[in-house]
């Protein structure tokens, strides 16, 4: 059993497919944040087929907060074009299940619960552009302190699709006002990880009246001199399925995401997508 | 009634509204490359409900010849996230009608077709990036000559999804050697308009052995000195439709697009889709 607290420093050096078997036998149950570097991560939402187009249509029509990565065959847990060998009732860490739009319990495996109807749907994070943004020298306060980031439930309308709509939920990234434009140009060839922000400046503009508050994650440190930059986030969704009160729902824990076979800088998000001599 | 012959330059003085009245009222029935500049024109699949699930996951399995803009309501023609006043029964100049795999009609009109379980699906084309290499000064020998781009159906597989699968169609433009790497770069920035390229140079390899014979489009001229570039294509779709043998599905005749209101340089191709004071 790993502890992040006492093992981050062993769990760094697990690639892929180890932190994965890891974390589908429960040694590990803990947060993904700077684990199996250079591989894509992704958000989860599970939920059964007769939600799945409309929440398909929500995803393209908020590719920022919802850039769908991957989406499973109706009842098969394995993501097949995500990786070799990954079982979705297993290879998340920690998962929250969703009753008539409420959290009932947080589980680390839902074999006992998956369903012949159920879709398992990834979406990109923001991990990968922090990454590039990190290694661009932008400072990046959470990371740097080892915090989770700010997640905040803001003003701005997601398109609604059926059932699915609502508030969009944002991340904070306090940016040197001469490194913001920068930032936007990384982000933004990221679209898969949320691209460039939805929001740069002024917190009450998209309904945020304190950032010492994060609905999610931790608190920041104050912006001082810096730039407030907000980017979609991928609780979007779950904000989403709160909302649309569906008997069930399963979605990863905030943090705690699923780690994929995809290398982080791939454009194309299909595990064994290859040309024969460009890719 | 507009001939592009005729009319061309009368046709590029219209807005994408204008146009897009000239093609709803049949006024118009023709190709649309360099027409309604600055604004995504969109590939069309129109298909049951019942495929639309699998559909949707084809092409999120293969977004760079699928690269989704649009999806309609079912039994919905309004296509609202493309504009204020689009209507997929009327406004696409030529329609190809797909019958158990087989094209059966071309019509300018479908409203006498539609029925209440339809999808309409609208898929970015290469207009977008191509104007992005012109502007860059790369020479595109078939915009040049007012030809068709000539397609091909390559050896590269798609990814399946239900019944939706095979073989990827492939555009060809010939870049001279030094500008190769910047029309990757260039092209790789428009992920809805299928992004950088999926073969540079020998044909064979993706099982094309004669260029001078394309599939549909306009012959090339011989390649020459130039390099030969390959970009996935949103007729891909259509060779997949026509595998499916889905008893009915409805396409835009190649080359024939529908119009919308979308900035064909926005990163989010959902209209009216607005952050407080960043888009």
């Known amino acids: ?6 093992d981050y420093d062993t769990l760094r050096t697990l690639d892929n497919n180890q932190l994965r078997q890891a974390i589908r036998t429960s040694k590990y149950e803990g947060h993904t944040a700077g684990l199996a ?13 007769k939600y799945a187009l409309d929440f398909m249509r929500y995803c393209q029509r908020n590719p920022k907060p919802c850039p769908l990565v991957g989406v499973s065959e109706t009842g098969s847990p394995l993501m097949h074009t995500l990786g070799s060998d990954i079982d979705i009732r297993s290879d998340v860490p920690h998962y929250s299940v969703y009753r008539n739009g409420e959290m009932s319990e947080t589980v680390t495996n839902i ?5 012949d109807d159920f879709v398992a749907f990834a979406m990109g994070c923001s991990f990968t552009f922090e990454d590039a943004l990190v290694r661009a020298g932008i400072p990046i306060w959470h990371i740097q302190n ?3 980031v700010p997640m905040y439930r803001s003003s701005i309308d997601t398109c609604e699709a059926g059932p699915f709509g609502g508030k969009m939920v944002v991340t904070l990234r306090a940016i040197p006002a001469d490194r913001v434009d920068e930032a936007i140009e990384i982000s933004r060839r990221y679209p898969m990880a949320h691209g460039a922000p939805v929001h740069i400046g002024d917190p009450s503009l998209i309904g945020l009246d304190d950032l ?3 609905d999610w994650g931790d608190s920041p440190a104050p912006v001082g001199d ?5 980017w979609a986030c991928g609780v979007t969704p779950q904000n989403a399925i709160i909302r649309a009160k569906l008997p069930i729902t399963i979605s990863h824990t905030p943090g705690c995401m699923l780690i994929t076979d995809i290398d982080d800088q791939a454009e194309v998000t299909v595990f064994g997508n290859k ?5």
């Open 1 to 6: 059993m790993y502890s992040l607290s006492e």
């Open 226 to 230: 810096s730039i407030p930059v907000f």
């Open 111 to 115: 074999s006992n619960l998956w369903a």
């Open 275 to 279: 040309s024969p001599n460009y890719s």
């Open 146 to 148: 080892n915090k989770v």
């Open 37 to 49: 570097a250079g591989f894509l991560q992704a958000n989860v939402i599970i939920l059964p087929e």
């Open 212 to 214: 010492s508050k994060p």
